[in-house]
């Protein structure tokens, strides 16, 4: 095994934690919403996007106009993706394994390879990539195979999982000596957005994701052999 392959299992156990307790949220939510045990297997090792997944549940879609919202929506939500692709292809070498590995890109992946040696980088990707998938897939196996008491405690875990995602992805990028202030302004605007002017949780976290992705394909350096 790779040191950028190690690497990235490792890191990718600390996010992935975080990352099963949503996809246990998630067959939760789905279960309540209606969707069946495989239907819920199925969408969540598929789908690109788990932000998707959880926009699209009650989701209205008897007309056209519910399902233009709908789409609207969904690519919003995916907008950061693209930036995210177009900055990833700057380290591609052309290879088909590089190519399929892109349908595994989430926002933790992306943000952190970006701090990896060239050598490194894409092993340290499919790592990440691969420890968050499983733990993606767990947490909703878990969600559906066992049973969840209700309790303040438990709701109290689920309402924290976010925060501690994107504390630990502060924490390793900290560590690994990249630019901090798209990623700390990211936290300051989600926080105004959403306690200062009032707008809903999910709407402020997906426009803080929105200024960190432009914001860190902009502003952050172009290094020698980038270009």
């Not at 302004?185 to 105004?192: H, P, Q, S």
């Not at 994701?209 to 394909?217: H, I, N, P, R, T």
Request: hydrophobic share 55%; glycine share 12%; aromatic share 12%.
């Amino acid at each position: 095994m790779t040191n950028g392959l190690r690497k990235g299992l490792s890191d990718g156990t600390a996010v992935g934690l975080t990352a099963g307790l949503l996809g246990l949220m998630y067959a939760l939510a789905a279960e309540e919403a209606g969707l069946l045990f495989w239907e819920i297997l199925f969408y969540c090792a598929v789908v690109y996007s788990a932000a998707v997944q959880f926009a699209s549940l009650n989701a209205e879609v008897g007309s056209v106009a519910a399902v233009a919202t709908l789409l609207s929506g969904t690519a919003f939500i995916c907008s950061r993706n693209i930036l995210m692709s177009l900055d990833m292809a700057k380290h591609s070498k052309g290879r088909l394994i590089e190519i399929l590995g892109m349908a595994g890109l989430v926002d933790a992946g992306w943000a952190l390879s970006r701090g990896q040696k060239p050598e490194d980088f894409w092993q340290y990707y499919w790592g990440i990539g691969l420890a968050i998938y499983v733990f993606w897939m767990g947490g909703a196996l878990a969600g559906l195979l066992i049973p969840i008491p209700e309790h303040p405690a438990v709701d109290a875990a689920f309402a924290a999982t976010p925060i501690v995602f994107f504390g630990l992805m502060i924490s390793l990028l900290w560590r690994q000596g990249m630019n901090k202030l798209p990623h700390l302004g990211t936290m300051a605007l989600t926080i105004f957005a959403s306690i200062v002017l009032g707008l809903p949780d999910t709407f402020a976290a997906l426009l803080g994701a929105s200024v960190a992705a432009l914001s860190f394909v902009f502003l952050s350096p172009v290094k020698d052999g980038e270009a």
